[in-house]
């Protein structure tokens, strides 16, 4: 590997540079970063040859505007030889993802899809939605789009196959059933109302329907009512008759349904105005699962090809491609990007650009939802360009924000305390860079705001200042909205002044006099507060805003409030976990009487041993 430019060439950069690093290459695949005069990446590359790819920058002609800027900027190279073009190519966007070049096609939403996993850890097996690694036991079904779309999918399978959605916990702690099985939503098998084959017959059904044989089961259900019917059990038959209702109700909502597309990703890319939407349709079992859309961040001239390219691999990073991918733009390198998802995969991938038939349509269909929500982006970016400058001018800003950070707290009498960031900016709001605050202070009087905030704003600003003390990341605000009067603004403007960060703006938002929407009063350090016009749409624009940091703030505030109300004390055990647990609940009843037994009565529980149940009695009676 080599990471700094040969002794010889200190002073050079861009093109010379280039020419110089020619001399140390060979021809062995591998990846390039270009680097800044600070050290910061531009770009990272991948090459077949590296010799014979980096040769390409070292020619004075011939390049595109930013190509050419981008050689004018590096200063030093490194380089990193692998074995095969493979493993650059996913080396390349490995490193594109943690270092985020300012040159390269960058997916900036990279979060993991949710799945429905069939958990079979437990006799009788549940259904339920699931995000993250899949360690659990059981089968998964995936990706869906988004949580939305699993939770419908989850309501009709509940509807049609009265599958258990409950925890472990609560079905070993049910005597009666509960209202799901009272509205035909589950068999409940807790309390034995359905034995474990027929339990078990219902699970497979359900996976059938996951897989796209609904057909299949309809006609197996059919069979079994008229059998039912036949032999009297006009029960059965009727609570069959009303499954198949339920099933046929499921299939007519559904979406696109593709015959002959059995498993495929649907990915369609449209280019406009120097910006991208990428539009995903899963397609599993024969059934659409759902679309999301991506906005990949240019550089103002990538090609189709070479955008189609950085999103496919990047977006398969942490994911299982599936069998079939349909793409509406060819790609610089399909072999290679075959081979690489079909490892991945472990099994054959196949890359398709088609030209008739379902495919093609199904293709087109993903390319028009791309043209409109970009065209619907763009439109949004414009309004919200004009909001951004009439809040300049409003608030006598040196120039529109480009990043707005909005604080709130919230608490009950001073428990459960938290403070909320939102982020709002050029594109609206910039929701993964959202953050909440748990309010550790010991020294703060319950229900202290003040406290509070300086608490929040010290956190946030302290780890800003040692993580990017240049400001040379998107991370700084340039403007702070506070929640609050001119209290709350000196007491904002002391913090950040015993940061030394005094010169981000800061504005305090208060109702007025009345305390009425739309009479809101604004303060600025030094100056004498004032007000906007009522119809004035950045008095809006700040309203959402404070609106916004209320809404986060308090969801935060209710979320840990109502998992400390749920917290059990023998969480706190060393020792005990979820299997003891409730075995111990099982056994006594409840977390009191676990806290009234005796060493004897414990260890008659079954894992739990003397010295645990010692601890336990410890845990109890200490102090």
Known sequence: MIDSPPSDMPQKTGQA?????????????????MLDAQGAVLY????????????????????????????????????????????????????????????????????????????KSHPFAQIKKHRGAKGEKGDYYGPFASAGAVNRTLNQLQRVFLLRSCTDATFSSRTRPCLLYQIKRCAAPCVGRIDKPDYDALV??????????????????????????????????????????????????????????????????????????????????????????????????????????????????????????????????????????????????TLGVPQRGEKAELVENALRNARESLARRMSESAAQA??????????????????????????????????????????GWIKSQYRKFNIKGTEITPGDDFGMMKEVLTRRFSRLLKEDPDRES?????????????????????????????DIPMIGVAKGTDRDHGKEEFYRQGQRPFALRMNDPVLYFVQRMRDEAHRWAIGTHRAKRAKTTMANPLDEIAGVGAARKRALLAHFGSAKAVSRAGLADLIAVDGISEQLAQKIVDHFHKG
């Open 17 to 33: 540079l280039i020419q110089d690093y020619l001399k140390t290459l060979d021809s062995s695949p591998g990846v390039y970063r």
């Open 44 to 119: 990272v590359g991948k090459a077949r040859n590296l010799r014979a790819r980096v040769s390409n920058y070292a020619r004075g002609t011939g390049h595109s505007a930013r190509i050419a800027r981008m050689i004018r900027e590096t200063c030093s190279m490194m380089f990193l030889t692998t074995r095969t073009e493979t493993e650059a190519l996913l080396l390349e966007q490995n490193l594109i993802k943690q270092l985020k070049p300012r040159y390269n096609v960058l997916l900036r939403d990279d979060k993991s899809f949710p799945n429905i996993l069939v958990a």
């Open 204 to 349: 497979q059904d359900a996976e059938l329907f996951l897989q796209g044989k609904s057909t299949r089961i309809q006609a197996d259900l059919a069979r079994e009512m008229t059998d039912a019917s036949e032999a009297m059990e006009y029960e059965r038959a009727a609570a069959l008759r009303d499954r198949i209702k339920a099933l046929t109700a499921v299939q007519s909502v559904q979406a696109i349904n593709p015959r002959g597309v059995p498993e495929a990703d649907i990915i369609a890319l449209h280019i406009e105005g120097g910006q991208a939407c990428v539009q995903v349709f899963f397609i599993r079992g024969n059934q659409s699962w759902g679309n999301r859309d991506f906005y990949p961040r240019l550089n103002g001239v990538e090609s189709a090809d070479e955008v189609m390219q950085a999103f496919l691999v990047q977006f398969y990073d942490g994911k299982v491609p599936p069998r079939m991918i349909l793409l509406s733009h060819g790609i610089e390198d399909p072999d290679l990007m075959t081979e690489a998802l079909s490892g991945k995969a472990g099994r054959k991938v």
């Open 386 to 427: 004009r909001l951004l400058d009439g809040l300049a001018e409003a608030f006598d800003l040196p120039g529109p924000p480009r990043r707005i950070e909005i604080y709130d707290n919230s608490h009950i009498q001073g428990t459960n305390a938290v403070g909320g960031m939102v982020v709002a900016g050029p594109e």
């Open 474 to 502: 998107e991370a700084w605000p340039d403007l702070l909205l506070i929640d609050g009067g001119a209290g709350q603004v000196s007491a904002v403007h002391e913090i950040m002044a015993e940061l030394g960060v005094e």
